[in-house]
């Protein structure tokens, strides 16, 4: 089975930063799109950032050049670097994959990890 797992959730003080990270078992790490998605209490889960299987990127407007996606194919490994945390950020993270995932839209993403808490607070 496909077993996707994030890491690096904290508390951070605004204006820190934090790195997240993501590995993907059960799949060929290099034929798939990943993505971070955020989800608070209540709302619907929204589309942070996402890496296409060639290294191209799509960042949502709240993020943009504040967040940086990144993927390692040697190591199989994600990374989410954020910078310039604002209480806004607070959210669960999920790490998502996916062979046919062309957007921030939740509904394109087969596998999901369990989710990292980030909360950014003083």
């Known amino acids: 089975q496909v077993q996707v797992e994030e890491s690096g959730g904290d508390l951070v003080q605004p204006g820190g930063s934090l790195r997240l990270s993501c590995t993907a078992s059960g799949l060929t790490f290099d034929d798939v799109a990943m993505a971070w998605f955020r989800q608070t209490p209540g709302k619907e889960r929204e589309g942070v950032a996402q890496i296409s299987k060639d290294g191209g990127t799509t960042y949502s407007d709240s993020v943009k050049g504040r967040f940086t996606i990144s993927r390692d194919g040697a190591k199989k490994i994600m990374h989410l670097q954020m910078s310039s945390l604002t209480p806004d950020d607070t959210a669960i993270y999920y790490c998502?994959?996916?062979?046919?995932?062309?957007?921030?839209?939740?509904?394109?993403?087969?596998?999901w990890g369990q989710g990292t808490q980030v909360t950014v607070s003083s």
């Open positions: 998502a994959a996916g062979a046919y995932c062309y957007s921030l839209r939740s509904s394109e993403y087969d596998y």
